[in-house]
């Protein structure tokens, strides 16, 4: 487990995992009126939450499962990135991919967020890499 800062501005609880196995902790709309979102239209949804994660560690901002299957609403750049060095509030990119328009509330839960641990790369320029069976072989390649 880790400790992580957070400071909550809204009037809902801090995120929590639904499950003693959850990955994704539920985050909740924090706004002043309904937003309504017409279908292909997408939304920066505030959430109230600023959190303080230490280094080599993000936050990423998932879609809720539920919402997209039932409603057709997603996060547009899933996973969204929290850097370890961003100390704004949270927002989330929605998008309706429905025919219908849809409604958040405030207090709605709109996204999930896992905590991720994240190394960081170092490159080695190469002339050349080694081979594998697969090799270039990509987007479809085997077929199934």
């Given at each position: 487990?880790?400790?992580?800062?957070?400071?909550?501005?809204?009037?809902h609880?801090?995120?929590?995992?639904?499950?003693?196995?959850?990955?994704?902790?539920?985050i909740?709309?924090?706004?002043?009126q309904?937003?309504?979102?017409?279908?292909?239209?997408?939304?920066?949804?505030?959430?109230?939450?600023?959190?303080?994660?230490?280094?080599?560690?993000?936050?990423?901002?998932?879609?809720?499962?539920?919402?997209?299957?039932?409603?057709g609403?997603?996060?547009l750049?899933?996973?969204?990135?929290i850097?370890?060095?961003?100390?704004?509030?949270?927002?989330?990119?929605?998008?309706?991919?429905s025919?219908?328009?849809y409604?958040?509330?405030?207090?709605?839960?709109?996204?999930?967020?896992?905590?991720?641990?994240?190394?960081?790369?170092?490159?080695?320029?190469?002339?050349?890499?080694?081979?594998?069976?697969r090799?270039?072989?990509?987007?479809g390649?085997?077929?199934?």
């Open positions: 487990m880790i400790q992580i800062k957070i400071k909550n501005i809204s009037s609880p801090l995120p929590d995992y639904a499950t003693e196995y959850s990955s994704g902790m539920d909740c709309a924090f706004i002043d309904d937003i309504v979102i017409q279908p292909m239209q997408r939304v920066l949804v505030p959430t109230g939450l600023f959190i303080e994660l230490p280094p080599s560690y993000e936050a990423q901002i998932r879609p809720r499962s539920g919402l997209a299957i039932k409603n609403i997603t996060v750049n899933t996973p969204g990135t850097d370890a060095d961003y100390r704004g509030e949270i927002k989330v990119i929605l998008i309706n991919l025919e219908s328009e409604i958040i509330h405030d207090g709605d839960r709109i996204a999930q967020m896992v905590i991720q641990k994240v190394d960081r790369a170092i490159w080695n320029e190469v002339e050349q890499i080694s081979d594998t069976e090799g270039d072989g990509g987007f390649h085997t077929g199934k």
